[in-house]
C-alpha cells in the first residue's frame, strides 16, 4: 500500500491532467451533435447546453477509471457521453425560473434565456432520453453490461437519485436544516450521478463487488466534497470566476454547508470527504495518479 498523499497537500496541482479527457468527450459529444434532425432549433438548444465548457468531471471519471482498470479509454465512451448528457438536461431545467431561476451558466446565458422556456423544457427531455439511447446503441459493449448501465444511470438520474434531491432541495428552500438532512440532498442530488461516473468502469469490465464498491464509495464522497466546495464557492467568490450568479443560494435562503458550519466547518467537511475518496481508491487498489490528482483538483477548484 502506497502512503496517503494529503488531498490539501496535493491541493496545487492544475486540472491539465483533465484535458485529454475533456477533449475526448467534447469531440464524442461534436460528433453526436453533427447528425441531422427534423427539429433544428431543439438540437440546437441541446448543443448548446451540452457543448462549450464545463469541468467535464463525470466523463473524466469514467475515463479515469478505465485507465485504472487498463480499458482502452473507448470502453467507457458511451457511458462518458451518456452521464454528461443527463448532466447538461439536469443544468437547463435546475435553471429555470420553476427551480433554481438562474439566468446564467458557464457564463453565458441560460438555456431557457437563450432559446426560451419551452425549447428549453425539451431540451432536457431530448437530452435525458438521447443519453439512454446512446448506451443502448453501443454494441462494442455486451448486452447484459449495457442494461446493467442503463440500469444504474437511471436509478441516479430517477426519483432515486438526482431528481429526487432537487425536489428535496426544493422543498428545503427557506427552512432550516440539519447536516444529515443536508448531506441526504446532496448524496441524492450531485452525488448519485457522479458516483455512477466513478463506479461505471468497474460495471464495464465486469468488476468483483471488492472493486465495485470502493469505487462506489469513492465517486460518493467525490461528489459531497463537489457540493461542499460549491457551497464554500458560492459564499467566497465571483460571479465572473463561477460562471453563474454568486451568492445564489443565500438569496433563496437554502441550507448550505457554510451556513450549518460556518467557512471553517465547511473546509474540515470538505477535507474529510477528500481524505474519504482517497481511503477508498487505496482500499480498491485504483489510487492512480491521476484518480488521486482529481481528488485534488475538486479541493481546489475555483469555479
Known amino acids: 500500500m502506497i502512503p496517503l498523499p494529503s488531498p490539501i497537500l496535493t491541493a496545487t496541482m492544475t486540472s491539465d491532467f483533465l484535458k485529454p479527457y475533456q477533449d475526448r468527450i467534447e469531440s464524442k459529444l461534436h460528433d453526436l451533435f453533427s447528425r441531422t434532425s427534423p427539429a433544428a432549433e431543439l438540437k440546437e438548444a441541446m448543443a448548446y447546453a451540452s457543448l462549450g465548457g464545463g469541468k467535464r468531471l463525470r466523463a473524466s471519471l469514467v475515463y479515469l477509471g478505465c485507465e485504472a482498470l487498463s480499458l482502452d479509454l473507448s470502453a467507457g465512451d458511451s457511458a462518458a457521453v451518456a452521464v454528461e448528457l ?98 441526504q440532498i446532496h448524496q441524492l442530488k450531485t452525488g448519485a450521478l457522479i458516483e455512477f461516473a466513478a463506479s461505471s468502469a468497474a460495471v464495464i469490465d465486469d468488476q468483483p463487488l471488492r472493486i465495485r464498491r470502493p469505487m462506489a464509495e469513492f465517486g460518493r464522497s467525490i461528489g459531497l466534497a463537489f457540493q461542499v466546495q460549491d457551497d464554500i464557492l458560492d459564499e467566497v467568490s465571483s460571479t465572473e470566476i463561477l460562471g453563474k450568479i454568486q451568492g445564489s443560494d443565500r438569496t433563496q435562503q437554502k441550507s448550505t454547508f457554510v451556513s450549518l458550519h460556518g467557512l471553517e466547518g465547511a473546509q474540515q467537511q470538505l477535507d474529510q470527504r477528500l481524505e474519504n475518496a482517497t481511503q477508498s481508491l487505496v482500499n480498491a487498489g485504483l489510487n492512480t495518479t491521476n484518480l488521486l490528482a482529481l481528488i485534488a483538483f475538486v479541493g481546489n477548484r475555483k469555479y
Open 86 to 183: 443527463i448532466h447538461a438536461y439536469s443544468l437547463i431545467h435546475d435553471d429555470l425560473p420553476a427551480m433554481d431561476d438562474d439566468a446564467l451558466r458557464r457564463g453565458q446565458p441560460s438555456t431557457h434565456i437563450k432559446f426560451g422556456e419551452a425549447t428549453a423544457i425539451l431540451a432536457g427531455d431530448a437530452l435525458q432520453t438521447l443519453a439512454f439511447e446512446t448506451l443502448a446503441e453501443d454494441e462494442d459493449l455486451p448486452e447484459g453490461i449495457r442494461i446493467e448501465l442503463i440500469t444504474e444511470l437511471a436509478r441516479s438520474a430517477g426519483h432515486q437519485g438526482m431528481a429526487g434531491g432537487q425536489a428535496l432541495d426544493m422543498a428545503a428552500e427557506e427552512q432550516s436544516l440539519s447536516s444529515e438532512a443536508l448531506i
